[in-house]
């Protein structure tokens, strides 16, 4: 009888956190905007959130595609295909790796900063403070915020590939000695714009916008307690990760498999 | 000044006013009223909801039912448009302050006109030094809020409350956990702002001495009901024990010292069956 009550409380509570999600998204996105009071606060955050989360995308992208380019390499050589280690780094890369890592490491970085920021507001009663100033802090919150991200990770994604590939090359052509044209040619000859990178781009779009969702809310809707806050902000990453990969296989078959 | 013989306006007031926490009722049917250009106090034991009444007239939630009347606008019916219009003459002074932290003082202040005037940089530059001079922190004006005493912050954050000149400020336990000169100085603050610049104040606070010391009227709220109101002369002389056991600050009287609990020596003594007590 326990248990029972206490799945359809889990579940009550689910779907009443949901409701609750979608309306903070649409009471905070639904509206006409002010761009000349809007801009400035949207500028701030692109770069808290966008351009300090730079480093970590340009460094573990390096990396990423180091390790491609040398288990590739390994691999391919075997079958004496080591000129496709261009494409496969590329496609790796454009179609799964750089949108679905970059979205893991921005919701780690930016998404736990934004729930930890928008939670201490919360605790702190600035948010009321706005609410009693008569300025909605929706809009002048959250929503710059959930913007800046949803701007940002597509282009932090294309950045993580981008470097991905730039490190596979010194890899796989300065030190293992793959050709160079070899490498770049076969790349552009069978890496397609339509459905390699452009649905890449769909994906990291995707993410960002379920990424930023989960952090908002977790902040916005957290406990006003140090507890509450430390709780909310590991649910924003360990949500936002696992929806990122379970999304990741949904567009993967929807958008790779014949 | 006014004279004994003019009405007194009443800013706010509540009607039967029920509200009700999941399935906790925090107020049963309370009436009440502030008058216009006082400092009315509202004072209770801890947790009794105190803090909630303030959002009930902001606005911030809901009640039940009863009507809560700002100006003659019935809060809880206003729309969010109508809701924010009417919020733009109260303010409301968080106990922790509240400040924004990214921001400095001057900036702290500055927001509120900022966001809802078309005033330029220069007159509200000056504006902000006048408010900054009234709560006696103009030379803070450059400070963090990382960098200001509670006490500080606070005179920051009521600066910030005043500095749209609102008809109502709200005060959320302004004496909690202050130092004695600290209080000496919201006290006087909160008096003379009233005073110069008309304001109502609404005081929520359970700090006996310094309401009594600056309150015209005083609300004691206990037990989802107002159990005793008037003016501080008319609060010490009434003679219900619960506002007396209040005011006096008496450990025990109608609110018990002892949790409900099992007798003393039932839990000391734990007699084993079938032998002799």
Redesign the interface.
């Given at each position: 009888m326990k248990q029972l009550r206490f799945l359809g409380k889990q579940t009550i509570d689910l779907i009443s956190g949901l409701g609750r999600a979608v309306i903070l998204l649409i009471s905070a996105l639904i509206h006409i905007p002010n761009i000349r009071k809007g801009t400035p606060l949207l500028m701030q955050q692109l770069y808290s959130v966008g351009v300090l989360s730079l480093l970590i995308i340009i460094v573990s992208g390096t990396f990423i595609g180091m390790v491609l380019a040398l288990q590739g390499y390994t691999i391919l050589v075997g079958y004496g295909a080591e000129a496709s280690l261009g494409p496969m780094v590329a496609l790796s890369l454009l179609r799964e790796l750089g949108p679905v890592v970059s979205a893991l490491l921005f919701a780690g970085r930016a998404g736990s900063a934004l729930t930890a920021e928008i939670g201490l507001m919360k605790a702190?009663?600035?948010l009321?403070?706005l609410?009693?100033?008569?300025?909605?802090p929706l809009r002048r919150v959250i929503a710059p915020r959930f913007w800046a991200g949803f701007i940002s990770l597509p282009l932090l994604a294309a950045i993580f590939s981008m470097v991905g590939i730039l490190g596979a090359h010194v890899v796989g052509v300065d030190w293992l000695g793959v050709d160079s044209g070899t490498f770049w040619s076969v790349m552009q000859d069978q890496v397609d714009f339509d459905k390699d990178i452009l649905n890449g781009v769909i994906k990291s779009i995707v993410f960002a916008f379920v990424v930023m969702w989960i952090a908002v809310y977790k902040g916005y809707d957290c406990e006003p307690t140090s507890e509450g806050i430390s709780r909310a902000t590991t649910s924003t990453v360990v949500q936002s990760s696992l929806l990122v990969l379970f999304l990741d296989f949904i567009l993967t078959a929807l958008m790779f498999v014949k | 000044m006014m004279t004994k013989s003019e009405p007194e306006i009443q800013l706010v007031e509540i009607e039967n006013l029920t509200f009700k926490r999941g399935e906790r009722v925090i107020y049963d049917d309370i009436s009440l009223s502030i008058p216009k250009g006082k400092v009315t106090a509202i004072m209770g034991p801890s947790g009794i909801g105190k803090t909630t009444l303030l959002r009930l007239i902001g606005g911030q939630i809901k009640p039940d039912s009863g009507n809560i009347f700002f100006n003659e606008k019935n809060i809880p019916l206003l729309s969010r448009s109508e809701l924010y219009e009417a919020r733009k003459q109260m303010s409301m002074l968080f106990q922790s302050g509240a400040l924004f932290t990214e921001m400095s003082v001057f900036d702290n202040i500055a927001f509120p006109i900022r966001e809802h005037t078309e005033l330029s940089e220069d007159i509200i530059e000056k504006i902000v030094l006048m408010k900054l001079e009234a709560v006696g922190l103009r030379g803070a004006k450059s400070l963090q809020p990382s960098e200001l005493s509670g006490g500080m912050a606070r005179r920051v954050a009521l600066a910030r409350a005043i500095a749209l000149d609102p008809e109502l400020i709200l005060y959320d336990e302004p004496f909690a956990g202050q130092d004695p000169i600290s209080m000496g100085v919201i006290v006087r603050l909160i008096r003379s702002l009233s005073d110069a610049l008309g304001l109502t104040s609404v005081v929520v606070s359970h700090d006996v001495p310094e309401v009594m010391s600056i309150a015209d009227y005083i609300y004691i709220i206990a037990e989802k009901k107002i159990i005793g109101h008037g003016t501080p002369e008319q609060i010490r002389l009434d003679t219900s024990p619960l506002v007396q056991q209040f005011v006096k600050g008496e450990a025990d009287g109608p609110v018990p010292f002892h949790y409900e609990a099992k007798t003393y020596r039932d839990e000391l003594i734990k007699i084993p069956p079938g032998s002799v007590s």
């Amino acid at each position: 009888m326990k248990q029972l009550r206490f799945l359809g409380k889990q579940t009550i509570d689910l779907i009443s956190g949901l409701g609750r999600a979608v309306i903070l998204l649409i009471s905070a996105l639904i509206h006409i905007p002010n761009i000349r009071k809007g801009t400035p606060l949207l500028m701030q955050q692109l770069y808290s959130v966008g351009v300090l989360s730079l480093l970590i995308i340009i460094v573990s992208g390096t990396f990423i595609g180091m390790v491609l380019a040398l288990q590739g390499y390994t691999i391919l050589v075997g079958y004496g295909a080591e000129a496709s280690l261009g494409p496969m780094v590329a496609l790796s890369l454009l179609r799964e790796l750089g949108p679905v890592v970059s979205a893991l490491l921005f919701a780690g970085r930016a998404g736990s900063a934004l729930t930890a920021e928008i939670g201490l507001m919360k605790a702190t009663e600035q948010l009321s403070s706005l609410e009693m100033m008569a300025i909605d802090p929706l809009r002048r919150v959250i929503a710059p915020r959930f913007w800046a991200g949803f701007i940002s990770l597509p282009l932090l994604a294309a950045i993580f590939s981008m470097v991905g590939i730039l490190g596979a090359h010194v890899v796989g052509v300065d030190w293992l000695g793959v050709d160079s044209g070899t490498f770049w040619s076969v790349m552009q000859d069978q890496v397609d714009f339509d459905k390699d990178i452009l649905n890449g781009v769909i994906k990291s779009i995707v993410f960002a916008f379920v990424v930023m969702w989960i952090a908002v809310y977790k902040g916005y809707d957290c406990e006003p307690t140090s507890e509450g806050i430390s709780r909310a902000t590991t649910s924003t990453v360990v949500q936002s990760s696992l929806l990122v990969l379970f999304l990741d296989f949904i567009l993967t078959a929807l958008m790779f498999v014949k | 000044m006014m004279t004994k013989s003019e009405p007194e306006i009443q800013l706010v007031e509540i009607e039967n006013l029920t509200f009700k926490r999941g399935e906790r009722v925090i107020y049963d049917d309370i009436s009440l009223s502030i008058p216009k250009g006082k400092v009315t106090a509202i004072m209770g034991p801890s947790g009794i909801g105190k803090t909630t009444l303030l959002r009930l007239i902001g606005g911030q939630i809901k009640p039940d039912s009863g009507n809560i009347f700002f100006n003659e606008k019935n809060i809880p019916l206003l729309s969010r448009s109508e809701l924010y219009e009417a919020r733009k003459q109260m303010s409301m002074l968080f106990q922790s302050g509240a400040l924004f932290t990214e921001m400095s003082v001057f900036d702290n202040i500055a927001f509120p006109i900022r966001e809802h005037t078309e005033l330029s940089e220069d007159i509200i530059e000056k504006i902000v030094l006048m408010k900054l001079e009234a709560v006696g922190l103009r030379g803070a004006k450059s400070l963090q809020p990382s960098e200001l005493s509670g006490g500080m912050a606070r005179r920051v954050a009521l600066a910030r409350a005043i500095a749209l000149d609102p008809e109502l400020i709200l005060y959320d336990e302004p004496f909690a956990g202050q130092d004695p000169i600290s209080m000496g100085v919201i006290v006087r603050l909160i008096r003379s702002l009233s005073d110069a610049l008309g304001l109502t104040s609404v005081v929520v606070s359970h700090d006996v001495p310094e309401v009594m010391s600056i309150a015209d009227y005083i609300y004691i709220i206990a037990e989802k009901k107002i159990i005793g109101h008037g003016t501080p002369e008319q609060i010490r002389l009434d003679t219900s024990p619960l506002v007396q056991q209040f005011v006096k600050g008496e450990a025990d009287g109608p609110v018990p010292f002892h949790y409900e609990a099992k007798t003393y020596r039932d839990e000391l003594i734990k007699i084993p069956p079938g032998s002799v007590s």
